[in-house]
């Protein structure tokens, strides 16, 4: 018997040595005094509690570690965890989501994910457990779900939704650099919608530079899920108002986006969209701003506001210009994507731009769901001109996207009849071959 035991403790000590304990967290203990622990419950909702505290256990303990072995410089951000039930159960959970109001449930799922909030998940984007949530509310998410291998499925199934973000490197402090002199400009008037008020708000600005964004040292701040904290800036030079983006997730002007590094000048009365520009009046989410000049200064600029290389803010390198030549007539296709998904060799025509392609429904190519490695938002066709298209790489730092072997970096062009693979880094599902081709091409 204490050979036994010997052997235990040799093999428990090996165990431990494997484990990440500055993200598993600590185990459930009855026996300490610390009132804010998660402690295993006998109530009727046990089970329900039980499948939550087991997904979240298992993502710390698996999907995190696992990916962090590789992407060690990145951060989960946890945006909702969904809990589906079957027939036995659906009344329960029912019951339970009525009892325990929305922010209780937030504040009870952060208490289980313990030391790894901040450190390895951010859960400031965290906004609730619940059974379901739209398809816009997921669209920008991934889901993160326990493959289990079991032949009786449980009651509950708990898929976890967020993506993964590479965290700030920090940098050496930067030289003090002489900022150029704020300039007079026309006055200019911003009527902004976002999340600090319920209808829309007045600000006036005469100087120029101004940056807009959600950092509170913005000249303007914006307050929105996807606003970056610089996003762009307004410039005044040779009697024209500019905008030049610097975001992460867009400026649309008119119902226009503007290419990241670029900018293009603003007509009186321009309307600026903030993170997507899809007639979506939920305004915490997606900003707008309209811009009127006073004083009786008119920009010259014309309404379609063509987009205009800025010495200031250079075109990202290996990124095309639009061709603006080139642009659809009717319903004339700009080019043709032939497809291998799980669904066979479909084919989609893109009409419009941009063109989005992934497993979330919103996406104008919806990926087949047995397609697992390809994120809710994979690839996004931004421009297309007559040598191929400038696409946005959205799973850059997720399971990829690859021409031949090579991974692919956040934006690239796409030549007519080069093929990319998505998700060719997931193991458990086929991935998907993609060709781009011209219109008078064959597929």
């Known amino acids: 018997m204490a050979r036994l035991n010997g052997k235990i403790g040799f093999w428990g000590r090996i165990g431990s040595a494997f ?10 203990d009855d026996s300490g005094d610390d009132a804010d622990a998660v402690r295993p419950t006998s109530t ?6 039980q499948a939550v505290e087991r997904r979240v256990k298992s993502f710390l303990r698996q999907d995190l570690v696992s990916h962090l072995e590789i992407g060690f410089n990145e951060i989960f951000v946890l945006h909702y965890i969904e809990i589906a039930a079957d027939k036995q159960g659906a009344e329960e959970l029912e019951q339970f989501l009525q009892e325990f109001p929305p922010d209780s449930r937030v504040h009870w799922v952060k208490k289980l994910l313990g030391p790894a909030v901040g450190q390895h998940v951010s859960v400031e984007q965290f906004l609730g457990l619940d059974k379901e949530f739209s398809a816009e509310e997921l669209a920008e998410t991934d889901p993160f779900e326990e493959m289990l291998n079991q032949t009786a499925r449980s009651v509950y199934r708990v898929t976890l939704h967020g993506r993964w973000e590479s965290r700030p490197v ?18 200019l008037r911003l009527s902004v919608q976002d999340g600090k008020e319920a209808g829309p708000r007045a600000l006036e600005i005469e100087r120029f530079p101004a940056v807009l964004g959600s950092s509170a040292q913005a000249d303007v701040e914006i307050s929105g899920y996807y606003v970056s904290a610089r996003h762009c800036t307004l410039h005044w030079e040779g009697q024209q108002l500019w905008l030049a983006d610097h975001s992460t997730n867009g400026t649309w002007v008119d119902g226009e986006r503007v290419r990241r590094g670029n900018r293009v000048a603003l007509a009186n009365g321009a309307l600026l969209s903030f993170g997507r520009d899809r007639g979506s009046a939920n305004h915490d989410r997606y900003p707008a701003v309209r811009a009127q000049l006073l004083n009786g200064a008119e920009a010259t600029g014309a309404i379609a506001t063509p987009v205009a290389p800025s010495a200031s803010t250079p075109i990202a390198p290996g990124v095309a210009a639009p061709d603006s030549a080139f642009a659809p007539a009717g319903n004339t296709p ?8 799980a669904t066979g060799s479909p084919r989609h025509d893109v009409l419009k731009l ?5 497993r979330g429904t919103a996406q104008d190519y919806v990926v087949p769901d047995a397609n697992q490695g390809v994120s809710r938002e994979h690839l996004v066709i931004e421009s297309i001109d007559r040598a191929g298209a400038v696409a946005l790489n959205r799973a850059v730092a997720r399971n990829g996207t690859f021409a031949g ?4 970096p956040e934006r690239f062009v796409w030549r007519f009849g080069e093929e990319l693979v998505l998700g060719e880094r997931w193991a458990n599902a086929p991935a998907v071959r993609i060709a781009l081709r011209q219109v008078d091409v064959p597929a």
């Open 334 to 341: 700009l080019a043709v994507l032939s497809i291998v998904d």
């Open 405 to 408: 072997n090579q991974p692919l």
């Open 354 to 358: 941009p063109f989005t392609i992934g």
């Open 19 to 28: 484990e990440r304990s500055d993200i598993a967290g600590a185990d459930y």
């Open 44 to 49: 009727r909702y046990a089970p329900i509690r």
């Open 170 to 187: 920090a940098a050496e402090p930067a030289p003090v650099v002489a900022q150029p002199a704020p300039q007079e400009g026309p006055k």
